[in-house]
């Protein structure tokens, strides 16, 4: 799997998630294999005005070797500029989001509601590659909704103006992430355009992986929600993939031992008092059918310092060993 002269060492890639995939997450699907990474989506006009929240979305961890800056917004100008600023923080890639659903990106130009004007969306495209020395790539969906699918257009569109490779997620923007995920559209953009297409959408383990690349013949993997509490899926997929493995489920000690190797990684980047709040979340992945489970996220609630979580986390896989 190469995009333009990028080789990658596997085809499972980490999806851009904003809310969840910062440093500390990436860095943790790193470690169980990830080959690829995005950085959460930062805005192109807040980006160009000097917003200080960009530049800590933007840096990326010491181990991300290949990985992307993601850009969303609508005026192809400002994307350019906000591309070349990317620069300063190394990525290998600039992406540029063409899929977010959420209502305060899609209604405001960004995201997803460039499926409604793949002529704009190819303009972005042509003024970013036209700005960078490095790949651009987009990340699109099936269309805005079930009157209008236009993902096959929209990466050809896309091809023309300079984009690398394009991730396509199989759902139209009023799904949102709801039904299933629609491998015939990946399959036909993967049929319409000679750049690599990477396939998005309810890959959660080595089956459903399997399943992508057979009925879309798409060049790579892009795992999203499936990685929240649950980082070696990659390694399991690469596993499956690679070797006609299938890897035994982690035990509750070695979910329990990367959670807190997760939070330190937070910790280091973000402090403490950020980092236990964002950990909360982060357990409620973690500990998601265990038991106990229930009982360890009431408690986490509280938490205040790394000490405390510790302190619990060994009480329960005491408890359940």
């Keep these: 799997m190469k995009i333009n002269n990028i080789e990658f060492d596997n085809i499972a ?62 005026d192809p100008e400002i994307m350019a500029n906000a591309a070349i600023k990317c620069l300063k923080y190394s990525p290998s890639i600039i992406d540029i989001n063409m899929g977010c659903p ?7 130009g960004g995201g997803a509601s460039l499926m409604k004007n793949p ?31 236009n993902a096959v257009e929209m990466a050809q569109i896309l091809e023309k103006n300079g984009a690398s490779a394009i991730a396509v997620h199989g759902r ?19 049929s319409a355009v000679s750049i690599p297409v990477i396939g998005n959408g309810d890959i959660v383990d080595e089956q459903s992986a399997a399943i992508m690349l057979e009925k879309t013949n798409c060049d790579a993997l892009m ?20 070797e006609c493995r299938v890897l035994t489920e982690p035990s509750l000690e070695e979910k329990l031992t990367v959670m807190l190797w997760h939070t330190r990684k937070i910790i280091e980047y973000k402090g403490e008092y950020t980092a236990m709040r964002e950990a909360r979340h982060h357990a409620g992945h973690y500990t998601k059918g265990l038991r106990g489970g ?22 329960i896989i005491k408890e359940n060993s």
């Design 172 to 190: 139209t923007r009023k799904e949102m992430y709801s039904g299933k995920v629609d491998y015939d559209i990946i399959k036909q953009v993967k």
């Design 119 to 149: 002529e704009l969306a190819g303009e972005i495209v042509k003024a970013v590659s036209s700005a960078v020395d490095v790949p651009v790539t987009a990340k699109i969906r099936k269309g805005w909704d079930d009157e209008s699918i």
């Design 294 to 315: 229930a009982k360890f996220r009431k408690e986490m609630s509280t938490l205040e310092t790394y000490e405390q979580l510790e302190e619990i986390t060994y009480r």
């Design 13 to 74: 890639f980490l999806a851009p998630m904003a809310g969840f995939g910062d440093r500390a997450f990436r860095e943790t699907c790193i470690r169980f294999g990830a080959a690829y990474t995005v950085t959460e989506m930062v805005s192109s006009k807040g980006l160009t005005m000097g917003d200080k929240k960009s530049a800590e979305l933007l840096t990326l961890g010491s181990t991300e070797k290949i990985a992307g800056a993601q850009i969303f917004g609508d």
């Design 223 to 242: 795992i999203g929600r499936a990685a929240l509490g649950n980082p070696w899926v990659f390694q399991r997929i690469n596993a499956y993939l690679n």
């Design 102 to 108: 959420a209502p305060k990106v899609a209604m405001n």
